[in-house]
């Protein structure tokens, strides 16, 4: 096992066996669990009853890693998975420890009927380990803790209302979450699931320890979901260069992971988002080359181009136009016709727009071309009604880590100091920075108002 392994399951103990490679196992489970690596964590926990076919918390955590978690909704086909290896737990329990018992006895409730009865016996599983996190102390107490909050926050939800979650299920996880940081804060699963839980908090603040904690962690490539998940924060509260240095971290274990040999590629459904955080990330930087660098991922893991979009965002106008050239997204479409409206290109600008009417759906970008040529053709009221919608499709479609890659109040405020509308341009840029902290273009945008509006050069 490598260096950086041991450096990271040594943060991450769930003693149950004196056998040591049984235990190494037990140990790399937990930790796959805690980082949202469900498939492989079932491997370690099925590699430990392997080495020790008596240990009943083996498949114990055969039946946890099945299980759901914040990202993954339970399925029929991991509930029947689920069940036999409970099954087997319980068979074995009787060379178990009490408080070994105690969990096992915890995950037959979540198992012991159908698939049509997982609502009720899901609750009985949470009721039960919430109880048990209240009984015993120590690394099994905090064991307990966690895996009662996750399965808090399942039911729970994460919104918030003011200050506190809006549920009591998620205010009691808050609780739990807190305990185990009290005394232990460098808990990989307790800080994963602080950020996770802050991710729709009006205050963040009390996140940020978790998100430097998480950063500063020594962390195996199976566990790269950790060390995106500092992102959230920084992403979230306009701290970009952060952010991507996280995505960048994440990113580097997550190519490693993929040299893994035997490694269970369900958890590659996390790239694709774990991209576009940084790729977003980059796009609010005033750093060209790197912002490339995530466009050619995002390439990759979306299978499209994203290199004249980046462009664009940049103001390299002639670079978007011809990258675009042999555009066939609605998205692509748009670039294409926004970089030919920057060029005063308006052949091409109306060639974009006549094959974008064609469309019966498409999203913010192609909203966002429309209200700008609208505005270059001097029709301002269809501008701003375009502009609205953009800025409505942004609001419903991303929120917490998740940024648009071209903020429409941005464009809302470029539009209006195009118009020598100054107060609507402050408005807009100022919007555009509640929603997007420290976006540096709204940054900028907002200064230029400010010193147009007030008449001083």
Same mark, same amino acid.
């Given at each position: 096992?490598?260096?950086?392994?041991?450096?990271?399951?040594? =943060?991450?103990t769930?003693?149950? *066996?004196?056998?040591?490679?049984?235990?190494?196992?037990?140990?790399?489970?937990?930790?796959?669990?805690y980082?949202?690596?469900? =498939?492989?964590a079932?491997?370690?926990?099925a590699? $430990?009853?392997?080495?020790?076919?008596?240990?009943?918390?083996?498949?114990?955590?055969?039946?946890?890693?099945?299980?759901?978690?914040?990202?993954?909704?339970?399925?029929?086909? !991991?509930?029947?998975?689920?069940?036999?290896? =409970?099954? #087997?737990a319980?068979?074995?329990? /009787?060379?178990?420890?009490?408080?070994?018992?105690?969990?096992?006895?915890?995950m037959?409730? !979540?198992?012991?009927?159908?698939?049509?009865?997982? #609502?009720?016996?899901? /609750?009985?599983?949470?009721?039960?380990?919430?109880?048990?996190?209240?009984?015993?102390?120590?690394?099994?107490?905090?064991?307990?803790?966690?895996?009662?909050?996750?399965?808090?926050?399942e039911?729970g939800?994460?919104?918030?209302?003011?200050?506190?979650?809006?549920?009591?299920?998620? !205010?009691?996880?808050?609780?739990?979450i807190?305990?185990?940081?009290?005394?232990?804060?460098?808990?990989?699963?307790?800080? +994963?699931?602080?950020?996770? @839980?802050?991710?729709?908090?009006s205050?963040?603040?009390?996140?940020?320890?978790?998100?430097?904690?998480?950063?500063?962690? %020594?962390?195996?490539?199976?566990?790269?979901?950790?060390? +995106?998940?500092p992102?959230?924060?920084?992403?979230e509260?306009?701290n970009?260069?952060?952010?991507?240095?996280?995505?960048?971290r994440?990113?580097?274990?997550?190519m490693?992971l993929?040299?893994?040999?035997?490694?269970?590629?369900? +958890?590659?459904?996390?790239?694709?988002?774990?991209?576009?955080?940084?790729?977003?990330?980059?796009?609010?930087?005033?750093?060209?080359?790197?912002?490339?660098?995530?466009?050619?991922?995002?390439?990759?893991?979306?299978?499209?181009?994203? &290199?004249a979009? *980046?462009?664009?965002?940049?103001?390299?106008?002639?670079?978007?136009?011809?990258?675009?050239?042999?555009?066939?997204?609605?998205?692509?479409?748009? %670039?294409r016709?926004?970089?030919?409206?920057?060029?005063? &290109?308006?052949?091409?600008?109306?060639?974009?727009?006549?094959?974008?009417?064609?469309?019966?759906?498409?999203?913010?970008?192609?909203q966002i071309?429309?209200?700008?040529?609208?505005?270059?053709?001097?029709?301002?009221?269809?501008?701003a009604?375009?502009?609205d919608?953009?800025?409505?499709?942004?609001?419903?479609?991303?929120?917490?880590? @998740?940024?648009?890659?071209?903020?429409?109040?941005? %464009?809302?405020?470029?539009?209006?100091?195009?118009?020598?509308?100054?107060? &609507?341009?402050?408005?807009?840029?100022?919007?555009?920075?509640?929603?997007?902290?420290?976006?540096? !273009?709204?940054?900028?945008?907002?200064?230029?108002?400010?010193? $147009?509006?007030?008449? #001083?050069?």
């Amino acid at each position: 096992m490598s260096a950086f392994l041991l450096a990271a399951l040594a =943060a991450v103990t769930f003693p149950v *066996t004196a056998n040591a490679a049984a235990q190494t196992a037990i140990d790399r489970g937990v930790l796959e669990y805690y980082a949202y690596d469900g =498939a492989d964590a079932v491997n370690a926990f099925a590699s $430990a009853a392997v080495l020790e076919p008596n240990l009943a918390m083996a498949f114990w955590g055969e039946a946890l890693a099945e299980g759901p978690d914040l990202n993954t909704a339970m399925s029929e086909e !991991r509930f029947a998975r689920a069940s036999v290896a =409970a099954e #087997k737990a319980v068979a074995l329990e /009787a060379s178990a420890t009490p408080q070994q018992r105690s969990f096992i006895n915890a995950m037959a409730l !979540r198992y012991r009927g159908t698939w049509n009865d997982w #609502k009720d016996d899901e /609750a009985s599983y949470r009721d039960a380990m919430a109880a048990l996190a209240g009984n015993i102390s120590g690394s099994e107490g905090d064991s307990a803790a966690l895996l009662a909050a996750e399965a808090l926050f399942e039911t729970g939800g994460l919104t918030w209302v003011g200050s506190a979650p809006a549920s009591p299920q998620a !205010r009691r996880g808050l609780a739990l979450i807190d305990g185990v940081l009290a005394h232990d804060p460098a808990n990989v699963m307790a800080n +994963h699931l602080c950020l996770h @839980l802050y991710d729709f908090a009006s205050d963040r603040a009390p996140a940020a320890a978790c998100a430097q904690r998480l950063d500063a962690a %020594v962390l195996p490539p199976q566990a790269e979901h950790l060390a +995106h998940m500092p992102a959230h924060y920084w992403i979230e509260t306009g701290n970009y260069a952060a952010a991507l240095a996280s995505s960048e971290r994440a990113y580097r274990l997550f190519m490693q992971l993929q040299t893994i040999p035997g490694r269970d590629p369900d +958890h590659d459904r996390y790239l694709a988002h774990d991209v576009y955080v940084g790729y977003s990330a980059a796009m609010m930087l005033n750093d060209y080359g790197a912002a490339q660098t995530w466009s050619r991922r995002m390439d990759a893991a979306y299978g499209a181009s994203y &290199d004249a979009l *980046t462009a664009l965002r940049f103001g390299r106008y002639a670079d978007a136009f011809s990258l675009a050239a042999n555009a066939t997204t609605p998205t692509q479409i748009a %670039v294409r016709g926004l970089a030919a409206i920057a060029l005063g &290109d308006v052949a091409s600008a109306r060639d974009a727009e006549s094959r974008l009417r064609e469309l019966t759906t498409y999203g913010d970008v192609v909203q966002i071309f429309y209200g700008t040529l609208a505005q270059d053709e001097g029709r301002y009221d269809e501008a701003a009604r375009w502009i609205d919608r953009a800025v409505e499709t942004q609001g419903a479609t991303f929120a917490a880590e @998740l940024i648009p890659l071209w903020p429409a109040l941005e %464009v809302r405020g470029t539009l209006a100091m195009q118009r020598a509308a100054y107060d &609507d341009a402050e408005s807009a840029y100022s919007a555009a920075l509640a929603a997007y902290p420290n976006d540096p !273009r709204a940054q900028a945008g907002l200064a230029a108002a400010r010193t $147009a509006s007030s008449g #001083k050069p």
